[in-house]
């Protein structure tokens, strides 16, 4: 009974975390852009810049939602 009752609180946290990743990633993909959609639209002449910049922000966004994931399979797979 009480390890049934562990395996399904893994699945909710697991759900949780995951749920919080994606949120987290989101959001911080959401801001980047808009910082760089107004940093260009003020001084077009860096765009390259920005871009650059931006992507390398957007890798590590996204890097907060992988290992959300990463987590929520450790936690399903105990």
Do not use: C, H, W
């Amino acid at each position: 009974m009480a390890v049934e009752q562990t395996l399904d609180l893994a699945k909710l946290g697991a759900g949780i975390a995951i749920g919080f990743g994606a949120i987290g990633a989101g959001l911080g993909l959401g801001i980047a852009t808009k910082g760089v959609l107004d940093a260009i639209a003020r001084q077009p002449e860096i765009k390259a810049e920005a871009f650059k910049n931006f992507i390398i922000g957007a890798g590590l966004a996204e890097a907060t939602a992988i290992y959300a994931l990463f987590i929520a399979i450790m936690l399903i797979s105990k």
